[in-house]
């Protein structure tokens, strides 16, 4: 089947032919996320629930909510989002004392339908108060491993590629990945003040030597996507995982900085057959700073998107209280793909959305 038939009318998959040939795979995601709250439980994690109607969504740049309006007893509109992740919530609940938790979300994020995007999917995130985000990534290995074994595999496959889920990841630095598979010295570019901006022209210089088409108005941020999109991510997860580590702070915006080097931050992502599958961070607490990058987010979505979105003033007066905390979100039904050989996300829903074709 054609991808775009997928897209064209999701009505299609409710015949008899087409639910039965998908029905494996949707029971193939039954038995995974069974496996995976058992997963969980066995370490101690509390399964929480936290509301999809928030009044932030998520404040970074290029993730697009669903807005809609609260109606009160005297009938006044109060704008609400539904979330583009469980995150603010789950960062409330450590806060006010949970250690170890866990919620498969359902989530929701507009201007996304492609092969590995559905603008209703569903994240597992979870996190680990007083451990170190390295714990994650032993958690991300764990989950590859279960998830095999939950749905009868010994082979993650996307399309061409293929990773073994029971090998032990490959771990990247982003600045090795950019050396390694672009030629670029991608900390040149990054000045050692952490409130300096980078330098945008050194990178565009360094991606246009490397065959990387960039335009005028495209920032330090938007060229560093260009390369990791074009060079590097397609490259990640063949043969075994690979845990891309230390992104530049600059494009981590909810995470700590790294003891080690302030340009760089605790953010990782998890990589299986070149499908982005998790994104985990040593969470940072700090409000000032977390204000600060929030309104650098918004000012950028402002200027791209000419929208922004309001900041969790709850959440931001909470992270003072708290502890030290890893935390991580992982696309369920993209793992569910990878263990089942799907090769469009529409394959493993039970239900994709509808949406009436446009009109003239």
Known sequence: MAETDFIADSRAFFTHEAHGRRRPRLLARQSITARLRAFFAERGFIEVETPALQTSPGNEAHLHAFATHFLDGGLARRPLYLHTSPEFACKKLVAAGETHIVNFARVYRNRERSPLHHPEFTLVEWYRADEPYDTLMADCAA??????????????????????????????????????????????????????????????????????????????????????????????????????????????????????????????ELFVCGVELANGFGELTDPVEQRRRFMLEMDEKQRVYGERYPLDEALLALLPAMPPTSGIALGLDRLVMLATDARHIEEVLWAPLSIPQATA
Do not use: C, K
């Open 143 to 268: 989950i590859l491993r279960a998830a095999a074994e939950a749905a009868g595999t010994t082979r993650l496959r996307f399309r061409s590629a293929e990773a073994d889920p029971f090998a032990e990841p490959q771990r990247l630095t982003v600045a090795d990945a950019f050396r390694h598979y672009a030629g670029i010295d991608l900390l040149a570019t990054i000045p050692d003040d952490p409130l300096a901006p980078p330098d945008r022209d050194a990178l565009a210089a360094a991606a246009g030597a490397a065959g990387i088409r960039i335009v005028a108005d495209d920032t330090w941020s938007d060229i560093f996507s260009h390369v990791l999109n074009q060079r590097i991510e397609p490259h990640l997860g063949h043969g075994r995982a690979t845990v891309l580590d230390a992104y530049p702070a600059h494009e981590a915006a909810l995470a700590r900085r790294s003891p080690a080097d302030p340009r760089l931050s605790e953010r990782f």
